[in-house]
């Protein structure tokens, strides 16, 4: 294999297949709130919805509906998760999904491929 013969076309198609791949890499985060949230079930404790989660960092924390149910709210570049407690776990889920800037579609759609 002489790397000296190889044509001008032949390294440019390289260059830019690795530089597609370095893309995909750095822009993908695979801990999501729309990836997290698809482990997430109802029935779940709010300790287990934490540990999948990860801590509640927002000000929504124990906020109460008027039907008395808690919710806690996970948010991230990309949109926020609700989760609706009462005492016995989780009665309802809602993704609000917000992809609104360049860099946050190709998340999406690099994510789709990997999640």
């Given at each position: 294999m002489n790397l000296k013969r190889w044509s001008w076309t032949s390294w440019i198609t390289i260059l830019l297949v690795i530089g597609a791949i370095c893309f995909s890499l750095i822009v993908y985060r695979g801990g999501s709130i729309r990836?997290?949230?698809?482990r997430v079930y109802v029935g779940?404790?709010?300790?287990?919805?934490?540990?999948v989660m990860g801590k509640v960092r927002n000000s929504y924390k124990g906020k109460r509906t008027?039907?008395?149910r808690s919710v806690l709210t996970w948010d991230d570049d990309d949109g926020s998760f609700d989760a609706?407690?009462?005492e016995n776990g989780i009665l309802d889920m809602k993704l609000f999904y917000q992809a609104d800037n360049l860099n946050a579609k190709v998340r999406s759609l690099v994510g789709t491929f990997l999640d």
């Open positions: 990836s997290k949230s698809k779940m404790t709010k300790q287990q919805v934490e540990a008027p039907d008395r609706y407690f009462d």
